[in-house]
């Protein structure tokens, strides 16, 4: 029974500060499904990352708020793939696919959707469902995001940039030092949208270094 009343005690907190947080009122207010697209917003606005015309890669992109941001940034132009395990109510002008980035059938219909063409930009917000032990959310959070680095820079043009979603903790230096392994320009970002008890933060590479 007290773990229940605790249960129910956290589940009102947070229920509370969601309805009371301002970037959820936001992005009612500007049609956006989540208040992750403010994330997006405020590291495309500090590094000027998306621009018309270009074509991006969204991972982990279920309910499709950072897809929204997207497509209104690019305008009528470029073009979006999305890609998450979970399914997403389309959003005009942006290609879905379902499916687990982890496979490598789901990675080849991503590389066929692509059509040959380069990406100028990937982001990830792709994250695993967390187990509590922290060694192993460490490396599950991990994979992902190496899986994501191995995609981009298979995928993207040589000044294109990759924004990745990954957590301090155990891990978090290593992916750093692989991100300057294979950018010329390596950000990590914590966005005011994110909030202040979550461990998450972003990290952008930008320009490969080839060779």
């Known amino acids: 029974m007290k773990v229940r009343t605790k249960s129910k005690k956290v589940n009102k907190a947070w229920l509370s500060d969601h309805v009371n947080d301002p970037y959820v009122k936001l992005a009612q207010r500007e049609g956006y499904r989540a208040r992750a697209a403010y994330k997006l917003k405020e590291i495309d606005e500090v590094l000027g990352l998306i621009r018309p015309g270009h074509v991006v890669v969204d991972l982990g992109s279920a309910p499709g708020a950072w897809s929204q941001y997207l497509r209104r940034k690019l305008g009528p132009g470029g073009a979006i793939l999305a890609l998450d395990v979970l399914p997403m109510a389309p959003v005009d002008g942006v290609t879905f696919l379902q499916g687990d980035f982890r496979e490598a059938q789901t990675l080849a219909r991503l590389h066929e959707a692509l059509a040959g063409r380069r990406a100028d930009v990937v ?13 192993s959310d460490a490396a599950r959070i991990a ?14 043009k040589p000044e294109g940039a990759l924004v990745a979603k990954l957590f301090h ?5 290593q992916l750093v030092k692989l991100f300057k392994e294979r950018f010329r320009v390596v950000k990590p970002i914590k966005p005011k949208a994110s909030r202040d008890r979550s461990a998450e933060t972003f990290l952008a590479g930008v320009g490969l270094k080839l060779g």
Do not use: R, T
Request: net charge negative; hydrophobic share 50%; glycine share 10%.
């Open 169 to 173: 903790g155990s891990g978090y230096s």
């Open 123 to 135: 982001v990830s917000d792709m994250a695993p469902n967390l187990s509590g032990i922290a060694a």
């Open 143 to 156: 994979h992902l995001v190496e899986l994501a680095l191995d995609f981009a820079c298979a995928h993207l």
